[in-house]
């Protein structure tokens, strides 16, 4: 049940969705193109602010510097302040990046960047409100597990991708968050060392498994756990396995068939790729040309060939290699985890990229050989990987399509559509106009539901173009 303040300023959010008019005026960034820079501030019970953040580098000197775009409800309109400097001869961090906007006592709004906060300040030990959503049953539930106050390597939910849930039984589940961290003094054969903190529903309470040797490889006695672990994503499978993914490493998997001991498992990636320092710590796109996700019951890793990191880490010299080397065929490949042989990735399926480009669903959209982006495998279709599809590398226009695995051409097709508010030129004069932008974050799989509309792109059966997609069909976003 919601407090009354909760249902007063879930009222002012929705006014402000339906009510506020477009930002206009010329930014440095586009008006939430950023959805977490931007809060709600409720000043009375008819008034409330909605202000934007942006930091930037200053042009002259070092520094940063921010600028606020604020609506004031009272007055309708949207005001700017510019140049704003951090009082008390602070500064804002180099690389700033907002995670979380909150609001508190009616007159603060505060913007968070956890990584700076890290790195400026001292840890303090953040007790943080959890919840558990239920869905099943005849009326869905919320729980609020109990504050989890002990000191820790890592304050809890300091990484918002590595907390994970797991349902056990129909009326038992566990939370647990994952930190990686290396030993004081890198000796002996596992220099990482792993924490989990977990909650038990049956127990009703919080407990921690500290300084766990990170663990290695089945069969790779040489291999190492990786030193700049970070995880990217968190899965559940089989009622047993939390599944921890870091796209540049692997998958660290917990098996909580005992959950007062779980055993870990280290799985790295397939293939062999190795990824530079630099690009394990700056993380661009990690997902954007591979995926895990869980399918027919067995977990599974998809990768599309690609040079993106080498490209934007390597400059010139990797420019020279490509010209001088031959270019491999660039295809996409599917893996299934084995979980009953010692945690082996097995070859599933493997499709070329030109033949893709050559079939008529692709020859269709009358767009040069692109690469698709952020790949998903179908939730009830092993053989099926849903991707997005640009015309230009981040730019353009934008179609989600769906890749038989099998026959390796595109199943379907639809318009990727999420129009936001854009500058462009037009006879020397700057013009709003939309344009369709992708968030550039993974994409989730998941059945449409039968009560929702169906998309009204066109869908390629066979190689043959029909005007409205099959009852049957079924698509992973």
């Given at each position: 049940m919601?407090?009354?303040?909760?249902e007063?300023?879930?009222?002012?959010?929705?006014?402000?969705?339906?009510?506020?008019?477009p930002?206009a005026e010329?930014?440095r960034r586009?008006?939430?193109?950023?959805d977490?820079t931007?809060?709600?501030?409720?000043?009375a019970e008819?008034h409330y602010i909605?202000?934007?953040?942006?930091?930037?580098?200053?042009?002259k000197?070092?520094g940063?510097?921010?600028?606020?775009?604020?609506?004031n409800?009272?007055t309708g309109k949207?005001?700017?302040?510019?140049?704003l400097d951090?009082g008390?001869g602070?500064q804002?961090?180099e690389?700033?990046?907002t995670?979380?906007?909150?609001a508190f006592?009616g007159?603060?709004?505060?913007?968070?960047?956890?990584?700076?906060v890290?790195c400026y300040?001292?840890?303090v030990n953040?007790?943080?409100?959890l919840?558990?959503?239920t869905?099943?049953?005849?009326s869905p539930?919320?729980q609020?597990?109990?504050?989890?106050?002990?000191?820790?390597?890592?304050?809890?939910?300091?990484d918002k991708?590595?907390?994970?849930i797991?349902q056990?039984?129909?009326?038992c589940?566990?939370?647990?968050?994952?930190n990686v961290?290396?030993?004081?003094s890198d000796t002996?054969?596992h220099?990482?060392?792993v924490?989990?903190?977990?909650?038990?529903?049956e127990k009703?309470?919080?407990g921690t498994?500290?300084?766990?040797?990170?663990?290695?490889?089945?069969d790779q006695?040489?291999?190492?756990?990786p030193?700049?672990w970070s995880?990217d994503?968190?899965l559940?499978?089989d009622?047993r396995f939390?599944?921890?993914v870091?796209?540049?490493?692997g998958v660290?998997i917990?098996?909580f068939?005992?959950?007062c001991?779980?055993?870990?498992h280290?799985?790295?990636?397939?293939g062999?790729?190795e990824?530079?320092?630099?690009?394990r710590v700056e993380?661009y796109?990690?997902?954007r040309?591979?995926?895990?996700?869980?399918?027919?019951?067995?977990?599974?890793?998809?990768?599309i060939d690609n040079?993106f990191?080498?490209?934007?880490h390597g400059?010139?010299?990797?420019l020279l290699?490509?010209?001088l080397?031959?270019?491999?065929?660039?295809?996409?490949t599917?893996w299934n985890?084995?979980?009953?042989s010692k945690f082996k990735?097995?070859?599933?399926?493997v499709i070329?990229?030109?033949?893709?480009?050559?079939?008529?669903?692709?020859?269709?959209l009358?767009?040069?050989?692109r690469?698709p982006e952020?790949p998903?495998?179908?939730?009830d279709?092993?053989?099926?990987?849903?991707c997005?599809?640009?015309e230009e590398?981040f730019?353009g226009?934008a179609?989600?399509?769906m890749v038989?695995m099998k026959?390796?051409?595109v199943?379907?097709c639809t318009?990727y559509?999420?129009?936001?508010?854009?500058?462009?030129k037009s006879?020397?004069?700057?013009v709003?106009?939309r344009k369709s932008r992708?968030a550039n974050?993974?994409?989730?799989p998941?059945?449409?539901?039968?009560?929702l509309e169906?998309?009204t792109?066109?869908l390629?059966?066979n190689?043959?173009?029909a005007?409205?997609?099959s009852k049957k069909?079924?698509?992973?976003?």
């Amino acid at each position: 049940m919601l407090e009354p303040a909760d249902e007063e300023l879930q009222t002012a959010e929705a006014e402000s969705l339906r009510g506020l008019p477009p930002f206009a005026e010329y930014s440095r960034r586009l008006f939430l193109t950023d959805d977490l820079t931007t809060g709600i501030l409720q000043l009375a019970e008819d008034h409330y602010i909605v202000a934007d953040l942006n930091v930037y580098p200053k042009r002259k000197g070092n520094g940063m510097r921010a600028v606020l775009r604020v609506f004031n409800s009272e007055t309708g309109k949207w005001k700017i302040i510019p140049k704003l400097d951090p009082g008390n001869g602070g500064q804002f961090p180099e690389l700033w990046s907002t995670d979380n906007v909150l609001a508190f006592d009616g007159c603060f709004l505060c913007w968070v960047d956890y990584f700076a906060v890290s790195c400026y300040t001292r840890y303090v030990n953040i007790a943080s409100d959890l919840f558990v959503y239920t869905a099943a049953g005849p009326s869905p539930s919320v729980q609020q597990l109990p504050r989890y106050t002990k000191d820790r390597k890592r304050p809890f939910l300091m990484d918002k991708f590595a907390t994970g849930i797991l349902q056990l039984a129909p009326d038992c589940y566990i939370v647990a968050d994952l930190n990686v961290y290396p030993k004081k003094s890198d000796t002996g054969n596992h220099p990482m060392l792993v924490e989990l903190c977990i909650f038990n529903s049956e127990k009703g309470q919080w407990g921690t498994i500290c300084n766990r040797p990170a663990p290695r490889p089945h069969d790779q006695s040489n291999v190492r756990f990786p030193f700049l672990w970070s995880t990217d994503d968190v899965l559940a499978l089989d009622g047993r396995f939390l599944c921890w993914v870091d796209y540049f490493s692997g998958v660290l998997i917990s098996d909580f068939s005992d959950t007062c001991s779980p055993v870990l498992h280290f799985v790295p990636f397939p293939g062999g790729k190795e990824y530079r320092n630099d690009v394990r710590v700056e993380r661009y796109f990690p997902e954007r040309f591979q995926s895990v996700s869980v399918s027919q019951g067995m977990l599974r890793f998809v990768h599309i060939d690609n040079d993106f990191h080498e490209r934007i880490h390597g400059g010139h010299r990797h420019l020279l290699e490509r010209r001088l080397g031959q270019h491999p065929r660039q295809k996409i490949t599917i893996w299934n985890l084995n979980m009953m042989s010692k945690f082996k990735w097995e070859l599933h399926r493997v499709i070329y990229l030109d033949s893709v480009w050559g079939s008529s669903g692709y020859q269709e959209l009358h767009i040069p050989c692109r690469l698709p982006e952020f790949p998903i495998i179908s939730a009830d279709d092993p053989d099926v990987v849903c991707c997005l599809l640009r015309e230009e590398e981040f730019h353009g226009e934008a179609w989600m399509i769906m890749v038989d695995m099998k026959q390796a051409h595109v199943q379907s097709c639809t318009p990727y559509i999420n129009q936001q508010s854009c500058y462009a030129k037009s006879v020397d004069v700057d013009v709003q106009a939309r344009k369709s932008r992708f968030a550039n974050v993974p994409l989730l799989p998941a059945v449409f539901s039968r009560h929702l509309e169906r998309p009204t792109g066109m869908l390629w059966n066979n190689d043959k173009l029909a005007p409205h997609p099959s009852k049957k069909s079924k698509f992973a976003r």
